[in-house]
């Protein structure tokens, strides 16, 4: 009979690995230095994450959803679109000044050929408002009109 999970173990192997990635970059890392890191067995590793691109995909998921979180709280609802894209722009920078080892790993995850489709789908979807607030922006040339894109990978 399989041991039950443990629910410390899963935010430890994501917190693991993104200390390994963050030191030996996201596809140099093997899969027994974040087993290592987070206490676990490597099979544990492997009960709670199929496969590495599974594990990297769950913690792309995580920082996303982070991110985004940092960046929609306190939302200035009621303020001008050029204020509202401050408000992003001013929690990005806070986030990656605080957190540069996150930024760093979401940056190679964010370029990786390995990350799923459905994994880079999800990332973006809590920064569709963001998107809408540069859309607005550019719309009344309150920022230099550029590919969404563009503004999408200067926040990573």
């Known amino acids: 009979m399989a041991r039950p999970r443990s629910v410390d173990k899963h935010p430890a192997i994501l917190g693991a690995a993104l200390v390994e990635f963050g030191r030996r970059g996201v596809w140099a890392t093997p899969t027994s230095a974040i087993s290592r890191t987070a ?5 544990t590793l492997f009960t709670y994450f ?12 995580a920082l996303k959803t982070e991110l985004a979180g940092v960046m929609l709280a306190d939302w200035p609802e009621a303020a ?7 408000h992003i722009w001013d929690r ?15 940056a190679q995850l964010k370029v990786s050929d390995e990350l799923s489709d459905e994994s880079r789908a999800a990332g973006m979807a809590p920064f569709a408002r963001l998107e809408a607030v ?3 922006c550019m719309r009344r040339g309150l ?4 590919p969404i894109e563009f503004l999408g990978a200067m926040l990573t």
Do not use: I, N
């Not at 206490?39 to 099979?43: F, T």
């Open 39 to 43: 206490g676990v067995a490597e099979g």
């Open 50 to 61: 199929a496969s590495k691109a599974l594990l990297t995909d769950a913690l792309y998921r």
């Open 80 to 86: 001008d679109p050029r204020t509202q894209f401050r």
């Open 92 to 106: 990005y920078v806070r986030w990656g000044v605080a957190h540069p080892g996150k930024l760093r790993v979401l």
């Open 134 to 136: 540069a859309q607005e």
């Open 143 to 146: 920022v230099v009109e550029r």
